[in-house]
């Protein structure tokens, strides 16, 4: 049986079913290249991509190759590392729904373990449609590719399951398979270094964390949206919706992040013990509160962007969401009655990622209002994308004559650390895998609670298929009813300006 160390094993196959597919060539690959130009994989290391188009091992490189030109920067490029990291790739052609595909699978990578001196070591990454997710498994141990000797783990991508009872049987099928620990369900979200910062910065420094509950906090914005609409992925998406898509994983991981009590230590048992609590710890949704407390919306037609309803391969009165705006509670002693507001949507007036904490008024206006200087409360505001950072913003005695205050910013930005590299949130996360630390992975059992928080709202929009679905056109905030969800709590939307070169720039948009 594996033994589990946080190190990186001297030998390891890496075996990436969906090799042909887009999130393989845009994130995976260039990931990967970055990996091995640091050194930062095992000694003995191979890929070998699986999938049914029918590359040879050659052919795979050359397209790999192409798609790495396309994706790397000028200054990522390396060409006597890029023919070291092409002649670690292989390909065996192979349809992952078939079981008798398996035993062909089987022989390459014993083939290769024989050739390369691998250790039967394999991580096997799941890039592939969540249909396949039952199946693959099961057929991997089947064809005995999961047991001794040799370590085996495997990478998921979300989403894991549809519902409550799919992740449910998808737990049971990957712990029939694999132990907890050798299971990484990833989002990308958590490799990202500013989400990483949320930890060192509550955690690492004595300022803030005082201060950060429900006596000095008022609300919560957990906000991401992109300009974009569906693209590629109408048929998927149609399927899936937003809810599912983005707000059950990337931002209630972000709202444990931000809610969650300080570990023992930081590692995988004692950080995901903390964000089960989180979750556990959500006010329990109801039909009632599904239709009062979280808003749905579907972007329409502006200028010259077809509207959802026009995009190929969606329905003509399809009732899928681009748009949620939600209010969270958690009830616990730090955060009882505290609102958490969750924002996500497509064609939104630009692409950004941010929490932005919003801290009470001083118990008395010592300072009059003047003109358009009025001050506003403290807020931390945290970048995800585009631009990675952090910024304080509070008041100060605007220079001259009298006792004006205005609002200013205190920002760190990643981008000025200049030279200092920013690591890829796909290559931070593999690397993890092939360490084995499970830290920044979903544990099974949190999984399957936040879709236990999120099934009243679906139950509730597939028993009234009349529920309110919003329009809102392409390129504005959202629905006018999400504005009112904040309002009748006393609060507003911090809606950033399309230029986010700097954070104190707001707009009403």
């Not at 994706?71 to 590392?81: A, T, V």
């Not at 992925?233 to 898509?245: K, N, S, V, W, Y």
Request: glycine share 6%.
């Amino acid at each position: 049986m594996e033994e589990l160390t946080m190190s990186i094993p001297q030998s390891m196959f890496l075996v990436i079913f969906g090799a042909s597919g887009d999130l393989c060539k845009r994130k995976l690959m260039p990931a990967l290249y970055l990996l091995y130009r640091e050194k930062r994989v095992p000694a003995t290391f191979a890929i070998l991509g699986v999938a049914r188009t029918s590359y040879s091992d050659a052919s795979f490189r050359e397209n790999i190759r192409t798609e790495l030109i396309r994706y790397l920067s000028e200054d990522q490029m390396d060409e006597g590392i890029m023919r070291e990291f092409l002649g670690c790739l292989y390909y065996q052609p192979m349809n992952p729904a078939r079981e008798e595909d398996y035993t062909t699978l089987k022989k390459r990578l014993d083939e290769m373990d024989k050739d390369l001196n691998n250790r039967s070591n394999y991580l096997f990454y799941l890039a592939v449609p969540p249909a396949l997710y039952e199946i693959i498994p099961q057929f991997l141990k089947k064809a005995r590719l999961t047991g001794s000797p040799g370590m085996k783990r495997v990478v998921v991508e979300k989403p894991f399951g549809y519902d409550l009872q799919s992740a449910g049987n998808l737990n049971k099928i990957y712990t029939s398979v694999f132990q907890e620990d050798r299971i990484f369900r990833i989002d990308h979200f958590l490799g990202k270094e500013t989400v990483l910062n949320i930890l060192a910065f509550r955690f690492a420094n004595s300022i803030f964390e005082p201060l950060w509950n429900r006596n000095y906090i008022d609300y919560v914005e957990i906000t991401a949206v992109e300009k974009l609409g569906v693209e590629r992925r109408a048929g998927f998406f149609e399927q899936t919706g937003t809810l599912r898509d983005m707000v059950q994983n990337h931002l209630m991981q972000l709202l444990a992040l931000i809610a969650m009590e300080p570990p023992r230590q930081f590692e995988a048992t004692s950080f995901r013990d903390e964000v089960s609590k989180v979750y556990r710890s959500l006010r329990p949704l109801t039909e009632e509160t599904a239709k009062s407390m979280v808003i749905r919306g579907q972007y329409t037609g502006a200028d010259d962007i077809k509207g959802y309803r026009e995009e190929e391969s969606v329905a003509p009165d399809s009732r899928t969401e681009t748009f949620v705006a939600m209010k969270v509670f958690v009830d616990n002693w730090r955060w009882s009655g505290i609102p958490f507001f969750l924002r996500t949507g497509k064609r939104m007036p630009t692409k950004v990622t941010e929490i932005i904490i919003h801290f009470k008024q001083t118990p008395y206006h010592l300072f009059e209002c003047t003109g358009t200087h009025c001050p506003v409360t403290d807020s931390l505001v945290i970048r995800i994308q585009p631009e990675e950072g952090i910024a304080l913003r509070f008041a100060l005695k605007v220079p001259g004559s009298g006792f004006e205050v205005n609002m200013t910013d205190m920002d760190f930005s990643y981008a000025s650390l200049g030279q200092l590299p920013v690591m890829d949130a796909y290559s931070r996360l593999i690397e993890d895998c092939f360490a084995g630390d499970s830290t920044l992975f979903s544990r099974g059992d949190t999984v399957e609670d936040s879709w236990t928080f999120f099934m009243p709202v679906l139950d509730y929009w597939q028993r009234h298929p009349e529920a309110p679905l919003y329009s809102y056109p392409a390129g504005t905030w959202g629905p006018p009813e999400a504005d009112r969800l904040v309002h009748e709590a006393g609060f507003e939307w911090s809606n950033p300006c399309k230029n986010l070169t700097k954070t104190d720039k707001y707009c009403e948009l």
